[in-house]
């Protein structure tokens, strides 16, 4: 037997009311087309909050669809580099409030924005207040924050935090997408300390500020890559999954309460 399509995308209009009918909650990948130092692809962001929602759907076996995912985030920090496309934050707030429009007029009741790049996380947060009511629930959550534990064991040497082009998501991409990663432009340490507390990734997003790389890194690597491994990226991955069905769950159970 087939395993029973989760994705948005390859439903017919039928199943996608039958979702809705269901109950099911529509998981929503946002990410970013934009550099990820010497060794990443372009798509680490967007590649790991697909995977984390596509598993998860899958192991929910009908409580949860994958929206076609928003690849484009907002990253103007990083034109210097080759290859990063950005949207305006408002770009991507309307964007989002459009797709959350539409999704809620199919008939369903809850949806999580799974993001998977810090420059789009207090967008996304404001996209979920703008949208959430009585009948609609919307809720949003970088993946990385799905996983804090699995983060801390496995991105130690960055202090647990998910960086950028560092060891966590080094390792993720290393698990995900090997073929795309070039590990002999790793330099022998390209990568910086995570300056905390004032850096976009410390623990607790204690401060936000924009990463300046050309201040703070020329490479645009926050974090230490060296340190990476495959099997340390599917635990986060793993950690990730498991959080973000358990959330789905919870998001289920209210709007049955309901
Ligand atoms: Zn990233």
């Known amino acids: 037997m087939t395993p029973r399509s989760v994705y948005w995308g390859s439903l017919r209009r039928g199943e996608i009311a039958a979702a809705a009918e269901a109950g099911a909650v529509a998981l929503l990948p946002t990410g970013a087309t934009e550099q990820h130092g010497p060794h990443l692809p372009l798509d680490t962001d967007i590649n790991a909050a697909t995977t984390v929602c596509m598993r ?12 076609p995912p928003v690849s484009w985030g907002v ?23 459009d797709i959350v429009t539409s999704v809620a007029k199919h008939g369903f009741g809850g949806m999580v924005i799974v993001n998977g790049h810090g420059g789009n ?9 703008q949208a959430s009511s ?4 919307v809720a949003s959550v ?48 390209p990568g910086v300390d995570l300056p905390v507390p004032r850096q976009a990734f410390a623990e607790g997003h204690r401060v936000y500020e924009p990463p300046w790389p050309e201040r703070h890194s020329p490479q645009a690597v926050f974090g230490h890559p060296r340190a990476a491994t495959s099997t340390r990226g ?19 159970a209210d709007l049955v309460a309901g």
């Open 56 to 67: 998860a759907a899958q192991l929910l076996d009908g409580a949860a669809v994958v929206l």
């Open 121 to 129: 996380d207090g967008l996304l947060q404001a996209a979920a207040a």
């Open 234 to 252: 599917q635990l986060i991955i793993d950690a990730a999954v498991a959080g973000l069905g358990q959330l789905v769950r919870e998001l289920r």
């Open 75 to 97: 990253s103007p920090y990083w034109m210097g580099f080759s290859g990063t496309i950005t949207v305006r934050p408002e770009t991507l707030l309307a964007l989002v409030a």
């Open 134 to 137: 009585q009948t609609l629930r």
């Open 142 to 189: 970088s993946y990385w924050n799905l996983a804090p534990d699995a983060l801390q064991a496995n991105a130690s040497g960055d202090g647990g935090n998910i960086g950028h082009a560092g060891e966590a998501e080094t390792s993720i991409a290393l698990h995900l997408q090997p073929h795309h990663v070039d590990v002999t432009a790793i330099e022998p340490d």
